[in-house]
């Protein structure tokens, strides 16, 4: 007889056929006799696990009634046995998951402590493999809450023991996609912290590891009140002095290193692992943390990361064009972290724009690459833009880069900021097309739909939140048009303000003169990053955006444009198509004729419509009085 209880509790015969038990108090009965492991359950135990608080008057004739299917059922195989003040259940010879899996746990965590730790990883994962799910799963709520948090405490300490044993044999990469859902889901386990902090930094992402134990300790401190513990103490301090090392550790140092203890590396003797030699440079890995959680895009992030991954030996220069505020630096990101292991020679990043918006002179770019890649003093001593773009290709002709260029304004900004060699790639994003990127490079992003959109924002605000109030979230959704930044907005004022229902949100952003004002949380305002993209307009582009502001967001051709701006057909299409190459129009199809059909975002409509001179002449767009 096969007994189960790490999933839907089961009885199964010798000859694998599946005994019937019907009922949650029958599976809770089994599951009780069982965990007793041959000891005497009492009626009063039963019956708690049974009914709580409240057990019926006739508690104990239902319990035998319960015992009596369960001889039934089980038959010869396994006997119950009335043995005061309870029952008890023997089984010669039957096997149970549960045992099972404690021996295996066991023997798995005495090979960890003695370093044996291929052996460990088998055995904890053989253990681990045992669990079909939540334990207890059919049982009553009583049971499942009497027992199932001891038995999900065992394991989750399996489960790090066994991601310990993969550290300590260098399977960093393999883990980090794991970890980082488990980290996502036990925010407090300071343990998976550390080792995902441990995993991040010897895949190179020093910076990813920094942010998740600042993360942490925002996260104990909030809920919890106290500072970080030892493990991930230790962890913060290794990943600054560098002794987690990039590569894997010697047997007699892993332990430690996995768990992320400092220093253990170099008490196995000989210099720190994954050291830079002395006079190396460091590998770069200047890539940013994501904030809040990736939704979406799966498809463009799926075809981004198969072209970096590509070498067949054609340049790698990808771009991601699309409006303000619509996620091209968050794709970017998350595409660049999924496959910066491929890049052992680092991760560059760059913003090709100051805080006011205004462009960054490529000589600016450059010398923070240089001193990144190892070269400050070259970098620091020329002045000369040709100087440093010789210096910047020979320090990059052979190396295998990742490099990410945040809002690029145009092809000659970007042009002198290219690796050389062909082991580079090079990630752009931009709000305008560029030449230098081919088409089939170019992953042109639009607005997300209605479902992306919910998703993104219940992952800011909380799903059961607006699943209390869903025609307000939709409405919500729908205010934000599809764009990633507002709803970004929308879920961190909702956040924010626990308090609120959602249908206050969506009450102050219904009226279309305050929507783009109360689009804004802190120092971020979707209004702003889209006047940064209007102020740069020449006169005709301006006049035919704020002129066709008062559509009803339609697809109009540019015969309708000249009628409505009174100029000649022409001139309103290109300007109209210097709208598109700027991301504040997209094309919308064709019209009856096989005319190009334009057509505006919600929000920039609106923006068009409430634009101020000051906004076009300053370098910051005047906040509304609506946002508080």
């Not at 205004?358 to 070269?375: S, Y």
């Not at 002709?397 to 304004?409: C, E, F, G, I, T």
């Not at 062909?422 to 639009?446: F, M």
């Amino acid at each position: 007889m096969d007994f189960r209880l790490l999933g839907p509790v089961e009885a199964k015969r010798g000859g694998g056929s599946t005994v019937p038990l019907s009922g949650s108090k029958v599976h809770t009965v089994l599951a009780a006799l069982l965990l007793s492991e041959g000891r005497v359950v009492s009626d009063a135990r039963l019956s708690a696990l049974l009914w709580g608080w409240s057990p019926p008057a006739t508690a104990s004739a239902q319990i035998y009634t319960y015992m009596s299917r369960l001889r039934k059922h089980l038959g010869e195989e396994a006997s119950i046995v009335r043995r005061q003040p309870g029952y008890v259940l023997h089984a010669p010879g039957a096997w149970t998951d549960l045992t099972e899996y404690v021996r295996l746990d066991r023997q798995g965590r005495e090979a960890l402590a003695e370093h044996r730790h291929e052996e460990a990883a088998a055995l904890l994962r053989e253990a681990l493999e045992l669990w079909r799910g939540t334990a207890l799963a059919n049982t009553t709520e009583q049971m499942i809450e009497a027992e199932l948090p001891r038995l999900e405490e065992t394991r989750m300490i399996t489960l790090e023991s066994r991601i310990e044993a993969d550290l300590a044999l260098g399977r960093h990469e393999q883990v980090i996609a794991e970890l980082t859902a488990l980290v996502a889901e036990h925010p407090v386990r300071e343990r998976l912290r550390a080792q995902l902090m441990t995993a991040l930094y010897r895949c190179g992402r020093q910076a990813d590891a920094l942010h998740t134990y600042y993360e942490g300790r925002a996260v104990l401190a909030d809920q919890l009140g106290v500072d970080p513990g030892e493990a991930l103490g230790s962890t913060y301090q290794a990943v600054l002095g560098g002794d987690l090392g990039l590569t894997p550790p010697a047997p007699a140092a892993a332990a430690g290193a996995a768990a992320g203890v400092p220093g253990a590396a170099a008490a196995a003797g000989g210099p720190r692992a994954g050291a830079p030699a002395p006079g190396a440079a460091a590998v770069p890995a200047m890539l940013p943390a994501l904030y809040g959680e990736f939704t979406g895009r799966q498809a463009e992030l799926a075809a981004l990361r198969n072209r970096l991954s590509r070498e067949d030996g054609r340049p790698r220069r990808l771009l991601i064009t699309g409006m303000a505020g619509v996620g091209k630096t968050a794709l970017a990101v998350h595409a660049a972290q999924s496959c910066a292991a491929r890049f052992p020679d680092g991760q560059l990043y760059a913003e090709l724009r100051h805080p006011d918006g205004t462009p960054k002179e490529p000589a600016e770019v450059l010398v923070r690459l240089l001193r990144a890649l190892g070269r400050p003093e070259a970098a620091a001593a020329s002045g000369d833009t040709e100087e440093l773009v010789r210096l910047y290709r020979t320090r990059t002709a052979d190396a295998r880069l990742l490099l990410v260029l945040d809002d690029a304004v145009g092809d000659r900004q970007v042009a002198p900021l290219l690796p050389a060699g062909p082991g580079a790639a090079v990630l752009i994003t931009s709000r305008a097309r560029l030449a230098r990127v081919a088409g089939a490079d170019t992953t042109a992003l639009t607005p997300v739909d209605d479902d992306e959109a919910l998703e993104l924002l219940a992952s800011l605000a909380g799903r059961d939140r607006l699943e209390a109030e869903p025609d307000a979230a939709d409405d919500v959704v729908a205010y934000c048009a599809g764009l990633p930044l507002a709803l970004t907005v929308a879920g961190a004022r909702l956040a924010a303000r626990a308090h609120w229902p959602v249908s206050r949100l969506a009450a102050r952003l219904a009226d279309p003169d305050t929507r783009l004002g109360e689009l804004a949380f802190g120092d971020v305002s979707v209004r702003e990053a889209l006047v940064d993209s209007v102020r740069r307009l020449d006169g005709p582009e301006l006049a035919a955006l704020t002129g066709l502001a008062d559509g009803d967001g339609e697809p109009f051709s540019a015969q309708y444009a000249a009628l409505v701006l009174g100029t000649a057909e022409e001139d309103a299409e290109a300007a109209l198509d210097a709208l598109v190459d700027r991301a504040l129009l997209e094309l919308s199809g064709l019209d009856a004729q096989g005319r190009p059909l334009y057509r505006c975002h919600d929000l920039v409509r609106l923006l068009a419509a409430s634009l101020t001179t000051r906004e076009l002449d300053t370098g910051r767009a005047v906040m509304p009085s609506a946002v508080r």
